[in-house]
DNA sequence: TATTTTATTTAGATTTGTCTAAACATTTTT
DNA sequence: AAAAATGTTTAGACAAATCTAAATAAAATA
């Protein structure tokens, strides 16, 4: 059995892995597990001993097949929670993540299923984000970034990659929420803003914003 | 705020100064935590230091208001849980309980209150313990216990004192579940154990299992 | 390539919650 | 009321997860 603390880390290695190939570095981790790069590799050595992740000194870590299925389970376990308290308990999407940590880390493989069975099998979060089945199967998110889109290019937000309320408040207010049809019309050269069409009216949005936005391509 | 071990301990003091008037022994809560009566010094200690807790060398602790609060807060949310379990996921009432011991710690009074209000306000847990509402106000139970029935005497089972999967699946199997209806007979005075009419039909039921049975008496 | 900068690890401490063994207090028994 | 039994606390130690400061390795730069 793991501790919740090392839920935490195989957890943040696992995203932490997505975003970039190759090992992921003692100072990355530091920066979100909210400790010191020290702490990091003290609990990193922990990990390798308990043959969770593969690490090599200075090289940085990867998650073994062993680390892999524990974090996916977890990344599972908090996505249902967020279905939950949005679809059941009408929160609003901003609302939940931090309350899913604390759920996420609640041990009973029985609770999830029933949870999963309950909420009618979701595939995806309340953001978008895919949401793995018992046997840790992701579905491989086919989604480009709202900044990578072409002029004139249309498109459906189908998830965010940022998760943090102030963030999703934003998106609220100005009706760019998940399933919602836009169009591209350019993206400003000197400072990566995009214009674009959305409801019938022409909005700007700033290049942290864009980047955040996951987007499917219509014709 | 307050660990998840101290939230425990907590909890433990409130349900053993509920069973005997007075202030709750280092060894009883030894005892219900599961760890030694040294353990329990210090974390009295500790407690006391946070004015959770009266605490006199040698002589035992109770519940300040401040630790009162803190306590009740946590049945509620155990309670609450195990309906949510029983009633939402379809849980028998012989799982819940290790579970909602998880769940219990989890930090967020919308969440309690949202769940609260998706399960109707319930007022009793699936094993008939009353639900603290949001200020804390209990009902008073007033039951007594089933080897308390005089002879003759009729009632309905409205609670037990006793949460083990074990003793559960018993009364499951014994069809002496919450609700039912049942006339005592007499109590043998050799071993204490209890007969009684059931569905019309004659048992036998040891002292063990009558003096975990709450019953509201009935004419 | 030598030097500087950045990233990482080690060494030694700290806090939380636990333990064992020994000391001490209280209660019960004789 | 003294002795025995029971209950409780203190002292000292340990594991988990963290920290700071110092040492070391790797990468970037001149």
């Known amino acids: 059995m793991e501790s919740q603390t090392e839920e935490n880390y195989l957890k943040i290695i696992y995203h932490l892995s997505r975003l970039s190939a190759g090992p992921v570095q003692t100072n990355a981790i530091a920066d979100r597990t909210q400790t010191k790069p ?9 990990l390798a001993e308990k043959q969770l992740v593969n690490y090599v000194k200075y090289q940085g870590v990867t998650l073994t097949e062993k680390g892999q299925v524990t974090a996916v ?9 967020e279905v939950f308290l949005v679809d059941t308990l009408n929160f609003k999407w901003d609302e ?33 984000d895919p949401i793995p089945d018992k046997e840790g199967n992701i579905e491989e998110a086919s989604v480009i970034k709202l900044n990578k889109l072409l002029p004139s290019e249309k498109g459906i937000i189908v998830g965010v990659s940022e998760h943090s309320s102030a963030f999703l408040k934003y998106l609220e207010k ?28 022409k909005i700007n949005i700033s290049r942290e914003v864009a980047k955040h936005l996951l987007m499917k391509p219509a014709l």
């Open 96 to 128: 939940v993540h931090e309350i899913a940590e604390e759920l996420e880390h609640v041990n009973s493989n029985l609770l999830v299923e029933r949870l999963d069975r309950f909420l009618g099998y979701p595939k995806h979060d309340p953001h978008g």
């Open 73 to 81: 389970n977890i990344v599972r376990k908090h996505r249902l929670w």
């Open 174 to 201: 100005t009706k760019l929420t998940l399933g919602t049809s836009l169009q591209l019309i350019e993206i400003t050269e000197f400072d990566g803003s995009v214009d674009l069409i959305l409801d019938g009216k």
């Open 38 to 46: 020290a702490s990091v590799s003290d609990m990193v050595k922990k």
